[in-house]
């Protein structure tokens, strides 16, 4: 069916490279299309049937529902949720999945099932949907949650450089920013966090960064450029999807967590990638060489040459990312060449104490 091979196609692409395009692509028609699905949702609905058995139907719609709470609670028990957690999960878990949907017209199609019982399951599926708002308030009244308050309205004019995530290290390059008096603009999607910064006088606005929207109102289309130092991986890889494709000419410098996000968000379009570990941790290990009694100068050396291959490395791995076998081998390469960088070092070493 058109359903079921739609269904199959967006599974495919939500795991390849084109996935963040197709979401910003999509975003903007989000409203029209829920609303085309749930029109067509309450037109294939038989509300004859609710009418001649109601408790038949009210009673069906109940037990779905219980039947998936008591599953998906001690499934997210297990997982490590604290209990009002797992309990509002399964709230707001509990109805029943819009892929039925496709399910039952393939079944129906197929003759696996009669269009009575079909009509029965779809109206009982259609009332779990509709009682889902009225779960998630009880859940978030159940957990504490407060209300979630609207992004903020971005309303002064455009800055150079706009910072997605004001975290340690988005914080880091606010106030070098402010010492040279470079304005920039800040997108936070913390609440919390936007509190606190704002507590010291810094200028925050609470939003998702990811939304193409709140990006355009932060007029990153006439910013230089825009730090990416959120958190998410893939909020990171959306952003600077995005930002590329609709701002080429904006200069995209973000914060990666490892190797393989630091290749993403190259692929992705950034310009500039800098791993969170990577200079402290070579800070760390030049200091560490001079304690142990190596030359501060030979130190640097040696740490710099360290850099310096992992940098080509990188770039090497970057040709070969979508090659399994072929980035393997760049793997076991690199390696081989850092042991081979280590033996010259060690042997350079020997003939300077042998002289």
């Not at 971005?154 to 010492?179: C, K, M, N, Y």
């Amino acid at each position: 069916s058109m359903g079921l091979g739609a269904f199959v196609a967006g599974m495919i692409v939500a795991d390849s490279e084109y996935r963040h395009q197709l979401e910003a692509d999509v975003t903007p028609f989000k409203g029209l299309l829920l609303g085309l699905f749930f029109i067509a949702v309450g037109m294939s609905a038989n509300l004859e049937l609710l009418f001649d058995m109601p408790l038949v139907i009210l009673g069906l719609t109940v037990a779905l529902m219980l039947i998936k709470f008591a599953v998906i609670v001690p499934l997210a028990r297990m997982q490590g949720l604290e209990l009002w957690a797992a309990v509002r999960t399964g709230l707001v878990l509990a109805q029943g999945g819009e892929f039925a949907f496709v399910l039952l017209t393939a079944g129906v199609t197929g003759l696996l099932i009669d269009q009575f019982a079909a009509d029965i399951v779809v109206i009982v599926i259609t009332l779990s949907m509709a009682l889902t708002p009225l779960l998630v308030g009880l859940g978030n009244r159940l957990g504490g949650k407060p209300v979630e308050r609207p992004f903020d309205e971005i309303d002064e004019d455009e800055h150079p450089v706009i910072i997605a995530g004001f975290g340690r290290f988005g914080q880091i390059v606010g106030r070098l920013l402010t010492s040279r008096h470079i304005p920039f603009t800040v997108l936070e999607s913390s609440a919390s966090q936007v509190e606190f910064v704002r507590r010291y006088g810094n200028k925050t606005y609470y939003g998702d960064a990811t939304r193409l929207d709140l990006l355009r109102a932060a007029h990153v289309d006439k910013a230089r450029a825009i730090v990416i130092a959120v958190d998410d991986v893939e909020a990171s890889l959306r952003i600077a999807n995005q930002v590329r494709e609709s701002c080429p000419k904006v200069k995209i410098l973000a914060r990666a967590h490892d190797r393989h996000h630091e290749m993403r968000l190259r692929e992705f379009g950034a310009d500039y990638v800098i791993r969170e570990t990577l200079l402290s941790s070579l800070g760390l290990a030049t200091e560490l060489l001079t304690h142990l009694g190596i030359a501060k100068s030979e130190a640097d050396r040696i740490v710099a040459a360290f850099a310096g291959h992992d940098a080509r490395t990188l770039n090497r791995q970057m040709a070969v990312y979508h090659d399994e076998s072929q980035f393997r081998q760049s793997v076991l390469d690199a390696a081989e060449e850092l042991r081979e960088l280590f033996k010259e070092d060690a042997e350079a070493l020997d003939a300077a104490d042998a002289q």
